[in-house]
């Protein structure tokens, strides 16, 4: 609760006021059944009209009063909650900024959407519907009280067996209602993750007509949602019936007791009309207060997940940081290995050394699951190696900070990503100043340039969300131009030519070599004739070296490189 209120600190002012408000509010309105009370014993009984009119007056007055009070109220609440829970999400989403994948995998992406939008606003719900009963119901319940305690102690003695019996069932309710609030905060992170992969594999999901299938899959997280939920306001639900039924039991008590002292004459009429008001607002303050732990106790389900976000320690960190740049971009691998959890029974990759000098251009081929992508992920420290070291222009790669490591690196990934906005806004991620003329180079040396007219805005042509209004070919050559934008002192290829036709990818790596001359490249690919011209190749068998050399060495002396490059022959069999 102390970090939580960390977040409303900058909404002190509309909280205090807004408190200020709810309090005055709550004065002005227990002051109306004590004139009600003066009008009929008074008024009504001497038939005083006069005196009926000004205390009527004075109840509309502070009506109105009340009235004003309860806007203003109402919009400072509101600015506190909807503030708080503004706060919380951008603490949140920058929190996750500074994740590394492997803090990213301990969470599902459905889960952190959840965390980030359900669970932020169960709790500004919290406050904005809960300040108000919150801070009106405790004056409310004590000034009522005790204003009942003096017009009759003897008739207020029904609350000490009002009281307990409400304590009694609200923790009942409390202390069965909050773990299925949790189980409901999963049972929807569920929902969100199959929501998110139908819609990310819509296309695969047609094409296989497998949409009863997904339906069907649905259904199943849907009903487990409904009834988790279900179980969970049913529950909550009971606190209604079980105020009411206290309520009335209470005010059927005071009029059979109250009754009685009216007849013998130890109570008037308008004293106990009074007293009925102020027991109503006791028992309604009651209710409110019940309702307020209710939404207090969901929001504290919520505010534990997202305290599991924010609490989260990146994995890798600056702490080791030193004041250096990369000036060349020469790599070297020392007795690397890496798991991806430390529990693992067994390493992805194994025992990797090899080294790039400045400016040579390295390509790394494997069988598929050799972790061929996962080694140039530790280049950049999206995963941090669990044994061995990496250096660049050698310094061990976290003597850099992240962001000037990953400045330098340029990476076009296996799963190349577009984001919603123009063709220019994406390119601008290579360079946030880069210049028409620096747009349309990277653009030529991508090939861009050769679907670019057929765009219907040009570089102002709005991409769909990934990118869906471009092809797999095009969608890869905008992130090569967005990474050569960069100049990057090394630049790695994960794949990222897969898409494209041998004549286009010849272009593209002319291309690179004419305009980042200087430039460490790694290229990764499945395709032989994609990386026979680099300087240096790396065969990579089950997460280990199996083989360095160049193309005509490995050709001739490595049984694994000589598989794929026979398969990818035509006439194959007749060659081997």
Known sequence: MKNLLLYAKKYKKEFILAVICIEAETIFELIIPMIMADIIDVGVANGDRHYILAKGFQMVFFAVLSLILGHACARFTARCGNGVGAQIRLAEFQKMQTYSFANTDRFSTPSLVTRLTSDITTIQNSICNGMRPGFR???????????????NAKLAMVFYLAAPTLAVILFFIIKNVRPLYAKMQGAMDMVNRIIQENLVAIRVVKAYVRGDYEIEKFQKVNSNLQNTS??????????????????????????????????????????????????????????????VFLLFTRSLTSWRRISEVLEEEPVINDDRAKNITITKGGIRFENVSFKYKDTAKEYVLSDISFEIKPGQTVGIIGQTGAAKSTLVQLIPRLYEATSGNIYIDGHPIYEYTQDHLRDSIAMVLQKNTLFSGTVKENLYWGKEDATDEELEQACKIACVDEFMDRLKDGYDTELGQGGVNVSGGQKQRLCIARAILKAPKVLILDDSTSALDTATEAKIKEGLEKTLPGTTKIIISQRITSIMHADQIIVLNDGRINAIGSHEQLLEENEIYQDIYYSQQKGGTQGL
Request: glycine letters at 6%.
């Open 230 to 291: 279900e179980r969970s306001f049913s529950l909550a639900a009971l606190n209604m019936p079980a105020m009411q039924f206290v309520m009335y039991g209470t005010i059927l008590s005071i009029l059979w007791f109250g009754g009685n002292m009216v007849i013998v004459g130890n109570m008037k009429v308008g004293a106990l009309t009074s007293f009925l008001s102020y027991v109503l607002q006791v028992l309604n303050s009651l209710m409110m207060f019940s309702n």
């Open 137 to 151: 119901s405790p004056v409310m319940m004590i000034t009522a009280m005790v204003v009942s305690f003096y017009l």
